[in-house]
């Protein structure tokens, strides 16, 4: 009780020391639209869903991100919304777009460039087919390689003792693991985000092995193409922006690193859709004064986080903070737009 009554003082806090005013604009962030059998990290929503949410939207001024960017230099930031995607799956370009089209509202797309055409997808679904696909697994995960060393016991719970659909379907990874199953997923995926390229691959390729499941890629995470990248970049409703070359943890990596990721990804882009790159999103959000610095040193205007707070005029451009959307119907999204868009919250 005592933290809710402090969390209310300290937003009325801001409310009066910042002014409404001042937080009256909101940057949308989405990672998929589908429907996803599981969905840990809370990327996806539902084609009907999202269709509800651009009717939505409709009611609001939208804006690209450029104008965006342009408003905050200008310090005229004014009550709108923008909408942005990260990562660069095919279902933004067949679920997403064609509905954004019809409503004439503006997106942007961070795309990770690693991942382009090729038949590869995340790890998140990797582990989802590992660890939340019937069938048992091996009391014990032992990993002794050279760049990693990582044990977990499982004991008796190795097996999943109900329908997966339903205990699986509405857990949030960073909430709760309430089984040994899903801590381990967590786990790994902790270990997972700070590997480099060629060690990720690495360690899928153990799991894979240890859980005796085969490695089966799922077209629909799939991501978009070099055509589709096209097609996107020739329509003048939305923009393309970068989001590193294999999605990284970047904060996790010398500077040099994050510096080729980000200048790696930004040459592929501008190459693909001859136009230049002016901005990115983090992945996982993550980022130092190091990571800041690379994509100054990159050219890029902005670049924007995962943190789920309002933006105000004063805001840095390389720390753009934006809400993530979740599966709502129309009626819940409108209820969360205006609690941000008037409240900040």
């Known amino acids: 009780m005592n ?46 869903n999202f269709e509800e949410q651009v009717q939505v939207m409709r009611e609001y001024p939208v804006i690209s991100m450029q104008q965006f960017v342009n408003n905050l230099k200008e310090g005229k930031l004014s009550r709108s919304v923008v909408i942005t995607f990260d990562d660069g799956y095919k279902d933004n370009f067949y679920n997403a777009v064609p509905v954004l089209a019809k409503a004439g509202l503006p997106a942007t797309f961070f795309i990770a460039s690693g991942y382009t055409g090729r038949q590869k997808q995340f790890w998140a679904n990797d582990l989802d087919s590992i660890f939340l696909t019937p069938g048992p697994l091996p009391e014990r995960l032992e990993i002794n390689t050279k760049q990693i060393q990582f044990s977990y016991d499982l004991g008796e719970e190795n097996f999943i003792s109900k329908d997966p659909i339903k205990q699986f379907q509405n857990w949030i990874a960073w909430e709760s693991s309430p089984t040994k199953r899903q801590s381990l997923y967590v786990e790994v995926a902790r270990l997972i985000k700070s590997l480099p390229p060629e060690q990720e691959e690495e360690l899928l390729e153990i799991l894979y092995q240890w859980s005796g499941k085969k490695k089966m890629i799922d077209p629909a995470n799939l991501m978009m193409n070099e055509n589709e990248l096209k097609g ?74 995962t943190q789920q707070k309002p933006t105000y005029k004063n805001e840095s451009l390389y720390t753009l903070p934006r809400l993530r959307v979740r599966n709502w119907n129309g009626a819940a999204f409108k209820k969360r737009i205006e609690l941000r868009l008037k409240l900040g919250v």
């Open 232 to 305: 996107l970049a020739t329509d003048g409703l939305f923009e393309i922006g970068g989001h590193t070359v294999s999605h990284p943890e970047l904060s996790a990596f010398p500077s040099n690193i994050q510096l080729e990721e980000i200048r790696e990804n930004v040459h592929f882009l501008e190459t693909v859709i001859n136009r230049p790159i002016q901005g990115m999103a983090y992945p996982y959000g993550a980022y130092n004064k190091e990571t800041i610095q690379a994509v100054k040193m990159a050219g890029l205007q902005y670049a924007c986080t």
């Open 3 to 48: 933290n809710w009554i402090n969390d209310r003082v300290s937003l009325i806090s801001k409310i009066l020391t910042k002014g409404l005013w001042n937080s009256n604009a909101t940057i949308l962030m989405y990672h998929r639209v589908a429907d996803l059998k599981y969905d840990p990290w809370l990327v996806g929503v539902s084609p009907e």
